[in-house]
């Protein structure tokens, strides 16, 4: 199986900064798609950032300037840089990736238990 844990996330003040990391393990031959997601209670999960193996990004407007995905290939790891940070992208934000199992090459779609971001005004 294939499991994404989430870390860096935690109390800030509005203008503020954190630095998300997702690290992916198990059963993975290859790592495509990674991408960060978040969610509001009562609202529906939402796209944040997201970016492909070949290191193609792509973000929401809303934290368009702010916030910088990347990654790490060799540590399967993929990062959310987030600067000036505002109370409204308080959410819990969630990694994303699609893998390719070791040994059948099946398609898989993982998400990460989530890291709650709260950001103070």
């Known amino acids: 199986q294939v499991q994404l844990v989430e870390s860096g996330g935690g109390l800030v003040q509005a203008g503020g900064s954190l630095r998300l990391s997702c690290a992916a393990s198990g059963s993975i031959f290859r790592l495509n798609a990674m991408g960060w997601y978040r969610q509001v209670p009562g609202k529906q999960r939402e796209l944040v950032a997201t970016?492909?193996?070949?290191?193609?990004?792509n973000y929401a407007d809303s934290v368009k300037g702010r916030f910088t995905i990347s990654r790490d290939n060799a540590k399967k790891t993929v990062y959310l840089q987030m600067n000036s940070l505002k109370p409204e992208d308080t959410a819990v934000y969630h990694c994303n990736a699609d893998v390719l199992i070791a040994f059948t090459a099946r398609p898989l779609n993982a998400w990460g238990q989530g890291t709650l971001v709260a950001v103070a005004s």
């Open positions: 970016t492909t193996s070949g290191g193609s990004t």
